[in-house]
């Protein structure tokens, strides 16, 4: 993701941005901030300990399970969907409030110019047939290319068949990523990449009854789904035990922590969540010369500078939240995976469709929607059908 400064006025007012964020590259550029060892050990401080309440968040909403994964694109169990949307109401909130304080409002833009930066080569058709990949993969594994770091922390079994799977996906689509480009590719530019600019309004505007009323879909779901219930928790599981301790927390407080890391990550990382970069970050490792660099220009251009790299840093703290935060309810290696193959394919698959869509389950649906994108709102439900067309395909095979 970009972190190109924006220079012209359609490039900083949130109504009439035109395509001028064509011109963004889809790859980070190196900021002079990039240049200062203590900015960037301080920043890689600030995702560090982000991915560490990540983790800790996911694993005590248990939406890294496997079959709370599946039970939700079967439409059995709404854990998930509460989780996901009150992160999305949370981080929409507070992006919004971000967008309108004189303060904040140069970090936001530049956080926002990055992730069109990311997307901007990208077209309705590559990014709706990327996701419904994703959706198909995480149907299979149970799991989406943010949260695989977190299912290894915690002890789920086979997870590191998945994390192969995963970055053998990266690698195949760093290969093929010329021809996937020139199939998808828009013949002509996105016009309008928010919500906002085509109807003509502030961010603030558009995005105050958006979050109000995923807010009331959250509270409805969780009226008619207790989360208890879903979960099946004991009031003896709780009662009586530190915070950490405890095998899960309510839904609402694991959401409104993921939503609310969307201030630091803007406001000093200048980015915001995503997960399934950092696997071409790591892959793009592996390219030492040249012919490698021909061979995958894609991936080459993920292998240095912070804004690649920071990431990394996040998915492996969200691990080490996740293993800390297991191992202090005593859930760690309680959680069942699926077969090595399974694993394997289903990372496969997530981490193809995520590079193909642009974006994961995190990038486009928690920072994508919550900054209002069009695009991402498509990526969205494209993951879902993705998810509950497979899931429903390999209950009847089952």
């Known amino acids: 993701m970009a972190s190109t400064r924006p220079r012209t006025r359609s490039q900083t007012n949130g109504t009439n941005m035109g395509t001028n964020f064509s011109r963004l590259e889809a790859t980070p550029v190196a900021s002079k901030e990039n240049g200062i060892p203590l900015m960037i050990a301080f920043k890689s401080s600030v995702s560090a300990l982000c991915g560490l309440v990540f983790g800790i968040a996911v694993e005590k909403s248990r939406v890294f399970e496997p079959a709370v994964v599946t039970s939700q694109m079967l439409f059995r169990k709404f854990i998930m969907m509460k989780v996901f949307l009150t992160s999305l109401t949370v981080g929409m909130f507070f992006l919004s409030v971000l967008s309108i304080l004189p303060f904040t409002r140069k970090k936001y833009l530049l956080s926002r110019a990055a992730f069109v ?20 993969g995480m149907a299979v594994v149970g799991t989406c290319p943010g949260l695989v770091g977190i299912q290894i922390g915690a002890g789920v079994s086979n997870a590191v068949f998945t994390l192969a799977g995963a970055l053998a996906g990266t690698l195949l689509y760093g290969l093929v990523e010329p021809y996937v480009t020139s199939l998808t590719k828009p013949t002509t530019p996105i016009k309008y990449h928010f919500l906002y600019q085509l109807m003509g309004s502030p961010p603030f505007i558009v995005s105050f009854p958006v979050f109000s009323m995923l807010g009331i879909v959250v509270f409805s779901l969780e009226m008619m789904y207790p989360w208890q219930y879903e979960i099946a928790v004991q009031a003896s599981d709780i009662v009586g035990k530190p915070m950490l301790a405890n095998p899960c927390w309510h839904p609402y407080i694991c959401g409104t922590l993921i939503g609310c890391l969307q201030v630091p990550l803007v406001l000093i990382v200048g980015e915001t969540i995503g997960g399934s970069r950092c696997y071409c970050t790591l892959m793009s490792q592996g390219i030492v010369n040249n012919s490698m660099k021909k061979l995958s220009p894609y991936l080459s251009k993920f292998k240095n500078g912070f804004a690649n790299w920071w990431q990394v840093i996040f998915i492996v703290a969200s691990a080490l939240g996740s293993f800390l935060s297991a191992t202090a309810s005593g859930q760690y290696g309680n959680v069942d995976g699926v077969s090595p193959w399974v694993a394997s394919l289903g990372g496969l698959m997530i981490t193809f469709g995520a590079r193909m869509a642009g974006g994961c389950t995190s990038g486009h649906g928690l920072s994508g929607v919550g900054l209002l994108n069009m695009t991402s709102m498509a990526a969205v439900i494209c993951i879902f059908c993705g998810g509950m067309v497979t899931a429903n395909l390999l209950q009847l095979m089952s």
Do not use: T
């Open 117 to 136: 930066g990311s997307i901007s080569k990208k077209g309705y058709f590559g990014v709706s047939v990327g996701a419904f990949i994703l959706g198909s």
